[in-house]
């Protein structure tokens, strides 16, 4: 078996979580890619000679899945290395919420044994994909498995938000930014601003407004098979468009188009995990005393 292994930080609890995937990987005879920056950070107390990987070029569909070490900001920038290579991910949570790095670092070795008997399955995520008409510095990877926003930059003043849906003119937003959301994202960022929460399947797509200065406008769901276009106006020349964690700044005026990206992100999870399940353990809907 040949596993991907990829995080960002070296807390104590990281640490640990690396030091047993290494028994284990020793102990089962188990090929390990390591990203190179992660490794530098992790690996002081920890020496191996397993093999090191820098982008995206240096994976290739033999490996059979990719482990995050961290939260859910770790899993999401773990795509820009799998992208379209079709290796599932699963993360092992060191942080805190995590509604996507679902494995529990306290059952860490039981859980991991599973795992490596082939005991998960594999569910497709959709992404979006972003295009616009001056070249960025994300021009490399236009994609996004939570969010795409906008938002503004260098001022507290709101910015204007021209949206269209299909060509067909929606709303001129006039807010803080604006989410267009996955269903992935749909428990993060998005749920924070007011958003609905959808369904892995629903083949859906969410807009929620941030903060708009009209409280008429409320979010909306639209499918997913919709081209989104935007344009934003505001006191500033430029604004924010954010990537999932990714951020760059674009001139204003500049038009940004959204689709569905034309291949998926598969996560791997157990099958008693489901997602009604994560709804209540993380959003603590059980913990109503009426339910008891």
Known sequence: ??????????????????????????????????EKKYNSIISKNHQHNHQLFA???????????????????????????????????IGINSGRLGFLATLNQEMLNSELDIILNGGYEIRERTLLEVSFEKKSKLSDF???????????????????????????????????????STPTGSTGYS???????????????????????????????????????????????????SLDSRIISLTNDTKIKIKKANYKIKLASFSNNSFYKTLRNKLLWGEDKRNI
């Not at 926003?149 to 006039?174: A, F, P």
């Not at 609905?196 to 797509?205: A, E, G, L, V």
């Open 1 to 34: 078996m040949k596993i991907a292994i990829y995080g960002q930080s070296s807390d104590k609890v990281s640490e640990k979580i690396f030091s047993e995937i290494l028994n284990i990987a020793n102990d089962r005879n188990i090929f390990l890619i390591i």
């Open 55 to 89: 982008n995206h070029y240096d994976l290739d569909n033999s490996i059979d899945l990719m482990i995050t070490i961290g939260g859910d900001g770790t899993l999401l920038r773990s795509i820009t290395y799998v992208r379209d290579l079709g290796i599932p991910i």
């Open 142 to 180: 236009n994609y996004a498995l939570n969010e795409v926003s906008v938002g503004r930059e260098n001022t507290t003043s709101m910015i204007e938000i021209k949206t269209t849906l299909d060509g067909e003119y929606l709303n001129t937003y006039w807010a803080d930014g604006l989410i267009i």
């Open 191 to 241: 749920l924070s601003c007011g958003g609905p929460i959808m369904t892995p399947s629903s083949q859906t797509f969410s807009i929620t407004p941030i903060a708009p200065h009209n409280l008429n406008a409320r979010p909306l769901i639209i499918s997913d098979e919709t081209n989104i276009e935007l344009s934003v106006k505001g006191r500033e020349e430029s604004h924010l468009l």
